[in-house]
């Protein structure tokens, strides 16, 4: 007598799947799991627990299946799932972009609090402007522009596929008419007469010689937003070196970093003429961020001949 067909359910699919993915080393089994069940059903990982003994058909298990088997195989739950949160937000992701990390959000909480700090602008001044290099799926610009009205900012990648992704999340966020998109290396499509009063950047800061052993996952992704060059500061030497040239008086570099800068990035920094340079630790103590700050501006004089007068002067 032939066995009875195994009916499965989500609660079934979970259990099954977290013990293989544990097996073959996937992070987070669990979560993953039910992020890919989620994603294959088209609902949210809640319903998978309110539907927990209702059986699956056959096209529901055969997308989840292809999913668990590209997961296992080291592609990204991110990229089989095509989205990421970063700061509140959804962003689209696949291949042509790094996937935003949580870490990185203390960039974004760092680069508001330095615009907060800034004085007001005069009547008819310009708005204040941020500028975002190797914005990739365009988190942190968008992060910048939600998080601070009004802010204008522009953000730069030398990727063609990643500003197409980036595009389409400021305009899926509500931020495209707050974000500028220009196509290049670093500075080299800004205007040369354009000033920010914050640069951010998540910039290719890993060392070469340790792309071989990063997680198979982050070897997925593209490479370009990776490798530093050999000592990972290659592309922070021409960022901090031109920096200056671009912020307002007062202005803030802020940029992620990698462990071993927690010396030599603040140095270049100041070599390059900021005044001060920080580097600060993520929750988990590692150095995460150097913000750099060009010398503020002298306090406005009055204006010749209104010192000390008065009506009847």
Request: proline residues 10%.
């Amino acid at each position: 007598m032939a066995e009875p067909e195994t009916l499965w359910t989500p609660l079934k699919l979970l259990g099954w799947t977290q013990g293989f993915f544990a097996q073959k080393g996937v992070d987070s089994p669990r979560l993953t799991a039910e992020l890919l069940l989620a994603h294959a059903l088209g609902c949210d990982r809640v319903r998978l627990y309110l539907d927990f003994d209702k059986p699956l058909g056959d096209p529901e298990l055969g997308r989840f299946r292809e999913l668990v088997k590209r997961r296992a195989a080291g592609e990204p739950t991110a990229y089989l799932t095509g989205a990421r949160e970063f700061y509140g937000h959804r962003l689209a992701v696949d291949a042509r972009v790094l996937i935003p990390r949580p870490e990185t959000e203390q960039l974004v909480e760092a680069a508001l609090a330095e615009l907060a700090a800034r004085p007001p602008a005069g009547e008819g001044a310009a708005p204040a402007a941020a500028l975002d290099l190797g914005t990739g799926s365009g988190g942190l610009a968008i992060a910048l522009a939600l998080g601070r009205p009004g802010l204008q900012v522009t953000a730069v990648d030398v990727s063609p596929g990643a500003l197409e992704v980036a595009r389409a999340n400021a305009a899926a966020l509500g931020a495209a008419a707050a974000v500028t998109f220009l196509q290049g290396d670093l500075f080299g499509p800004v205007p040369p007469g354009a000033r920010f009063d914050v640069i951010v950047s998540n910039p290719p800061y890993v060392p070469s010689g340790e792309l071989p052993g990063l997680s198979r996952e982050v070897r997925r992704e593209p490479a370009l937003a990776l490798d530093g060059g050999p000592d990972g500061l290659a592309v922070l030497r021409r960022l901090v070196a031109a920096a200056p040239r671009f912020l307002t008086p007062g202005g803030a570099l802020l940029l992620e970093m990698h462990e071993t800068h927690l010396d030599s990035l603040p140095a270049l920094c100041r070599a390059a003429g900021f005044a001060t340079a920080e580097a600060r630790r993520d929750l988990a103590g590692l150095p995460r961020l150097t913000v750099a700050r060009l010398a503020a501006p002298p306090p406005s004089a009055p204006a010749a001949g209104m010192a000390g007068s008065g009506p009847g002067a």
